[in-house]
């Protein structure tokens, strides 16, 4: 992984420019995308379990240092969301262009579901609200649009022996 | 006994994660919004700035195409909406003239020229969050330009926010339509004195503590009551009466009010260098 580190270090940081620059303007219903989820999601889908949870706990880490929810918040969600990806991705025999764009969709809407009862169980109540299932539609599905050049970098990022069904 | 330990590795990799998330959460919590972990915070925003300065005057026109694109049919019934108002202004713009001019008079006698002589930090809001869980905007002056937490956010309308968060060069403002927001409001007819908590961005404003005997007019525009050790100076509109309701036998009125200020499209806002009472 530590080679592999300057890689990823500037996947994270180009999709923290786009997440805080273009993107704050892609909104639906008030709803942006979440491309550090997404890297989650995607590490999950081309690299399995373990370095699923461990790139989506560095991409969580990267946005909660840039929200004013609690530290580690995001980094938990995340890092558990990118596990359950790659354990899901490993039961997965065959291959279709569909079933990343689904994964991503799905996991992403998810992921905001497990930081939103995560977040009321650390004392943020008002995270758990009926608009939240809104809002996980939301981000599922505009993350979902940035599936297929989130696993092309992903796949760049972390190219050594494959693991998911979608690596290359 | 090498596949049971393979197979394992994820586990425990999951399990230290979990631990380390866990370890960072108590620290955050412990240093309540300082410590270690809040410099890092604002080590990160602030060596971020400049390289979000930059994309920002870069990607803006890409940005600006992905707002249209997402929200034609937004700006298209908007547009079709002002028309309809704009035409039906055009025939009372005398009533209205004089209504502007009544209502600078009402605003005059009420001291709404909020601002007075507390010094302000113009600054441009530089990201706002979206509607998913905290309500906040980032500003692009920090503690170099005298902004420190707490300190209140108006724009000529009224109040925005208040600073929750200042580094060298950034600061982050949570707004008033945040759940975790409550304002101390006054009602500026018969100044009674309530609390104005946030339910979201785009939704109205509750207020609570306003007695069932009080007449609240509809539009009534409420300040900020500025009672002791209140966070906001007196005298700032906060929010419009949008509904007051007051059921038999309740303890106080159902009262909804809509922010002043257009917290969706927030582009210069002023930092008011107000420290509280």
């Known amino acids: 992984m530590t080679r592999l580190a300057p890689r990823l270090a500037l996947v994270l940081f180009v999709a923290l420019v786009l997440q805080r620059s273009v993107l704050v303007h892609a909104r639906l219903a008030d709803v942006g995308p979440d491309l550090l989820l997404l890297i989650a999601v995607s590490a999950g889908i081309v690299r399995g379990s373990e370095r699923g949870a461990v790139v989506g706990f560095a991409a969580g880490l990267v946005a909660d240092l840039f929200v004013q929810t609690p530290l580690g918040l995001s980094a938990l969600a995340f890092g558990l969301i990118g596990y359950g990806v790659g354990t899901l991705q490993s039961s997965v025999i065959r291959s279709a262009w569909w079933i990343p764009l689904l994964t991503g969709l799905g996991a992403s809407a998810a992921g905001v579901v497990v930081y939103g009862v995560l977040g009321a169980i650390l004392g943020q109540g008002h995270f758990v609200r009926p608009r939240l299932l809104v809002v996980a539609a939301g981000v599922g599905v505009l993350n979902a649009l940035f599936v297929p050049a989130s696993v092309r970098a992903l796949n760049w990022a972390l190219p050594s022996a494959a693991e998911g069904v979608y690596a290359r | 006994m090498a596949v049971s330990r393979r197979s394992s ?39 971020f700035a400049p390289v979000q300065d930059a994309a920002d005057s870069v990607f803006r026109p890409v940005g600006d195409f992905f707002q249209g694109a997402l929200n034609y049919g937004d700006v298209e019934s908007e547009n079709a909406r ?46 706002a969050s979206d509607a998913r869980f905290a309500q906040t905007i980032e500003i692009d002056r920090g503690r170099n330009a005298g902004v420190a937490p707490g300190m209140p956010v108006v724009t000529g309308r009224g109040l925005v926010g208040r ?115």
Do not use: C, H
């Not at chain 2, 005398?94 to 507390?118: F, K, M, N, P, T």
């Not at chain 2, 975790?180 to 007819?189: A, E, F, K, Y």
């Not at chain 2, 306003?210 to 007196?234: C, D, H, R, W, Y």
């Open chain 2, 9 to 47: 590795r994820p586990r425990y990799t999951l399990l230290l994660i979990v631990l380390t998330s866990i370890t960072l959460l108590t620290l955050d919590q412990r240093g309540n919004g300082g410590g270690a972990i809040a410099s890092v915070r604002d080590v990160a925003r602030d060596a």
């Open chain 2, 82 to 127: 002002l028309r309809e108002q704009l035409a039906e202004r055009d025939g009372d713009v005398l009533a209205a003239q004089e209504a502007s001019r009544e209502q600078r008079a009402l605003l005059d006698q009420q001291d709404l020229g909020y601002v007075g002589d507390i010094p302000t930090v113009a600054s441009r809001v530089v990201l």
């Open chain 2, 163 to 277: 600073v929750v968060d200042a580094s060298q060069r950034r600061a982050t403002v949570l707004l008033v339509s945040d759940p975790t927001s409550s304002v101390g409001v006054r009602l500026s007819s018969s100044g009674d004195v309530g609390v104005a908590t946030g339910r979201g961005r785009g939704s109205t404003m509750g207020v609570d503590l306003i007695e069932p005997a009080t007449k609240v007019g509809p539009n009534e525009v409420l300040v900020t009551s500025g009672l002791e050790q209140s966070v906001f100076p007196p005298g700032i509109p906060v929010a419009r009466v949008k509904e007051a309701k007051s059921a038999t036998g309740a303890l106080q009125q159902d009262v909804t009010a809509t922010p002043v200020v257009d917290l969706s499209r927030l582009g210069v806002v002023k930092v008011l260098q107000w420290s509280g009472q």
